[in-house]
């Protein structure tokens, strides 16, 4: 069993034998600067960007969409005219496509690879969502190891990252075992959201049918390749999977969070490792972010209090630094917890000297209880109902605590940006959240929030309780706040676990 953590000599010895330089390549279905549509493009870039600093030869590859403006994105011709087989038979035996690349801009991004497709990537105005998306993602998987095959350029590690790259670590152990190169690749396959994982919805397929991972991929154009479990193949074929964090990791091994798949990660468990996703100190630093008012640090949280002046005044509440304010930055759900608190705003909002401020988009169902309690308690509760970038950054600065009691949370980034300003976490003890906070404990003066366990309405009534009862002990707080100022999740530290898995993975193949 490999071991993320690097303990033991031969683990240390690894990671201090500095002239090992690791070629890695992540493949995806979009990055940061060029194509994003949601969270794993930010991903994808930020940790890529923290492997190079780190001094790896770090690169990503994903489709040239035709959004990507290139005037702005210079791309120079890596590879004309490639060759990507389809294995149709009396069909197309193969589709073409070039390989462009954009080097980065003053040393500082990560040099990317794009496969370029008229049909299937230029005429597409968006990254998901088309019926023929099985053929899109066939085609980047086995597009990238043809690039590969006759590239200058070989990585020790591919990381293939969600469902759409899952045939990717398939095709490698199938199609090209015997390739001397390619088959010497190790395959890291990164699960960031496991409800997807494929082009259908796994639950309604019937038995008969489903994806066992053994059959051998079809065609491009066969109509299996669309009922095809991508993420189960990913999870099968590859040498490691990861998840966004290490409670995540052990949670899919259970019916409640594998989504079908529990069974898959319970039989390859062993490979299976957890690391949290981090974020960007630079863009979420109290001490010079653009979007904080009053800037301030460990040393000094006199900013803190006039940030929360400011906040209370944009939202219309009365400005009282003694009063007790919540944050919640959320999708309306109820995977983020919004029918435990439906159950029990009424009596927070009426029991305690509190105001809560909400901000995000979701269910309408939430929305009527948020402006119900809203019109019964006006100064006590306010909400925005759509998602702007910036604003999270003032709510952060300025809100004493962060409430975020999840239903599951693979990693949570909004707790890791809260705890970066000092703004006080008030969680479920789950996934991600399970990780990153640690319960307050009054004797021992430890912890960083408050967290509760079970799923229940009264826990999470308890749990804000708790915190209310402990900022009114302000000294008690401002050391709370101390503590949650000094935790360190940065993409750095991140980056130095994959490091050395990749290292110990490596090692296991005898590269």
């Not at 279905?29 to 994808?44: M, W």
């Not at 290139?70 to 073409?96: F, R």
């Not at 590239?151 to 990717?168: E, R």
């Not at 998840?243 to 079908?260: A, K, Q």
Request: proline share 5%.
């Amino acid at each position: 069993m490999l071991d993320i953590k690097g303990k033991g000599n031969k683990m240390n010895s690894i990671m201090n034998n500095k002239a090992k330089k690791l070629k890695i390549l992540f493949v995806a279905s979009e990055s940061a600067p060029f194509a994003k549509a949601g969270g794993l493009g930010d991903v994808i870039y930020s940790l890529s960007l923290a492997l190079k600093k780190l001094g790896q030869d770090v690169r990503i590859m994903m489709p040239r969409y035709g959004t990507i403006d290139l005037k702005k994105n210079k791309m120079k011709m890596e590879l004309k005219s490639l060759k990507v087989p389809t294995d149709q038979p009396g069909g197309y035996p193969y589709l073409i496509c070039n390989v462009k690349k954009n080097r980065g801009r003053n040393g500082a991004s990560i040099p990317t690879y794009f496969l370029e497709n008229m049909e299937y990537y230029e005429k597409r105005a968006n990254v998901y969502g088309y019926s023929d998306d099985h053929i899109r993602w066939i085609l980047l998987c086995r597009g990238v190891l043809e690039f590969l095959k006759v590239s200058n350029w070989k990585p020790n590690i591919i990381v293939a990252s969600d469902w759409q790259t899952g045939l990717i670590p398939n095709y490698l152990k199938t199609v090209y075992d015997k390739d001397s190169i390619l088959s010497k690749i190790g395959t890291i396959f990164a699960i960031h959201n496991l409800q997807y994982q494929g082009m259908c919805d796994f639950k309604f397929v019937q038995e008969t049918e489903r994806d066992s991972g053994k059959e051998p991929i079809p065609d491009f154009f066969n109509p299996r390749l669309a009922k095809l479990n991508w993420m189960l193949r990913g999870t099968i074929y590859s040498d490691i999977v990861t998840t966004v964090s290490p409670t995540y990791s052990r949670e899919i091994l259970t019916p409640e969070y594998g989504e079908g798949l529990n069974k898959i990660f319970a039989e390859h468990r062993e490979k299976i490792f957890g690391i949290l996703n981090g974020i960007d100190y630079e863009e979420n630093n109290p001490e010079k972010s653009i979007h904080v008012p009053v800037k301030y640090n460990i040393k000094n949280l006199d900013g803190k209090k006039e940030n929360k002046i400011l906040l209370q005044k944009k939202f219309g509440f009365s400005q009282d630094d003694s009063v007790f304010l919540i944050g919640m930055v959320s999708r309306l759900t109820e995977q983020k917890g919004f029918d435990l608190l439906e159950k029990m705003i009424g009596p927070l909002l009426k029991n305690l000297s509190i105001q809560f401020i909400f901000l995000g988009d979701g269910e309408s169902r939430y929305k009527e209880m948020i402006k119900n309690a809203s019109e019964k308690f006006p100064e006590k509760i306010k909400y925005l109902f759509e998602f702007d970038p910036n604003l999270p950054h003032l709510i952060f600065s300025g809100a004493d605590a962060l409430l975020m009691p999840s239903k599951f949370e693979p990693c949570g980034i909004t707790q890791i940006q809260a705890m970066r300003y000092g703004c006080v976490p008030i969680v479920r003890k789950t996934g991600g959240l399970a990780d990153t906070v640690e319960d307050f404990n009054p004797q021992k003066k430890e912890g960083t929030g408050f967290v509760f366990q079970d799923y229940d309405p009264m826990d999470l009534f308890i749990a804000i309780v708790r915190a209310y009862n402990c900022f009114n002990f302000r000294n008690e707080w401002k050391q709370l706040v101390k503590r949650v100022l000094k935790k360190d999740f940065s993409w750095k530290k991140s980056a130095k676990e994959y490091l050395a898995l990749f290292h110990q993975l490596l090692q296991k193949k005898n590269l």
